[in-house]
């Protein structure tokens, strides 16, 4: 009888050593998979949310400008409407709503990005140009649509 109860006890501790113990590692597949997503989700939408005036920017092949700052756009519609960032603005205003947008950051270390629609006319571009850097605002961009491709079309 000794024998048949040694055995059995030896074969629940055989058991025992033998069950799978919990997991301590947190499976991070999931979390890949959402960061991912998001990812995607801000990648597509964040030039979208940049400014909200609709307009259709001439075709160049200029490379993409780099600043340390968030600029502040003016946006000039196919009328020849300015706006600052969302709000239209009238042209005598121009310089100080640039400013009020700018907050503390001083007229020279500013980059001012004017998005002018392809239909625009030259005027408007030019006059708002003019006006900016006569209020001091040197850093001047002309925001234009990358074309890939498009070197030696020629319309006629």
Do not use: C, W
Not at 6 to 30: D, F, Y
Not at 48 to 66: D, I, Q
Not at 72 to 79: F, G, K, L, P
Not at 124 to 140: C, I, N
């Amino acid at each position: 009888m000794a024998m048949g109860g040694g055995g059995g006890q030896g074969h629940v501790r055989g058991r025992r050593r033998a069950r799978k113990r919990p997991l301590s590692e947190i499976n991070v597949t999931p979390l890949v998979d959402v960061m991912l997503v998001l990812l995607i989700i801000f990648m597509i939408s964040a030039p979208l949310l940049t400014v909200g005036v609709p307009v259709e920017l001439p075709k160049t092949e200029a490379s993409a400008v780099e600043t340390n700052k968030p600029p502040v756009t003016v946006s000039i519609d196919q009328d020849g409407a300015i706006f600052v960032q969302r709000d239209e603005t009238a042209y005598d205003a121009l310089n100080e709503r640039v400013g009020e947008a700018a907050g503390d950051t001083d007229r020279e270390d500013l980059s001012v990005f004017v998005r002018a629609d392809g239909r625009a006319p030259y005027q408007a571009v030019a006059r708002v140009m003019a006006r900016l850097s006569a209020g001091g605002f040197t850093k001047l961009n002309l925001i234009t649509d990358t074309a890939a491709g498009t070197s030696g079309d020629a319309e006629g």
